[in-house]
């Protein structure tokens, strides 16, 4: 079993940047494919946003963060990382990692959210005009 937690959220003005942190925990001795996904207010679709795999050796990413986001992992440290800059109000949302732990070494990357098998309980970001 895999346990995700992420962390990092919270306020930021239009334009401003923050680091989401998905600390993993459990079945970590093979790197696996993962990404970050977001869900808006009032919304219920889970919308991609980032992936990234279990080397690190590819990254993909939405039209609509492309350029603004970054993906990282440091499989030393068991955990992965979300760098978003120059965030617009339409981003405001609950950002979950995710993971496709049964996938390990896998060299490309999973866009939809039911090719993952293991998420995160959320966390909030609110940018403000």
């Known amino acids: 079993q895999v346990q995700l937690v992420e962390s990092g959220g919270g306020l930021v003005q239009a334009g401003g940047s923050l680091r989401l942190s998905c600390a993993v925990s459990g079945r970590t001795f093979d790197p696996y494919p993962m990404g970050w996904f977001r869900q808006a207010p009032g919304s219920e679709e889970r919308e991609f946003v980032a992936a990234i795999s279990s080397r690190g050796e590819k990254t993909s990413y939405s039209d609509s963060v492309k350029g603004r986001f970054s993906i990282s992992r440091d499989n030393a440290k068991s955990t992965l990382y979300l760098q978003m800059n120059s965030l617009k109000p339409e981003d405001t949302a609950v950002y979950y990692c995710?993971?496709?732990?049964?996938?390990?070494?896998?060299?490309?990357?999973?866009?939809?959210?039911?090719?993952?098998?293991?998420w995160g309980q959320g966390t909030q970001v609110t940018v403000s005009s």
């Open positions: 995710a993971a496709r732990h049964t996938a390990p070494r896998y060299s490309g990357t999973y866009y939809q959210y039911y090719e993952y098998n293991s």
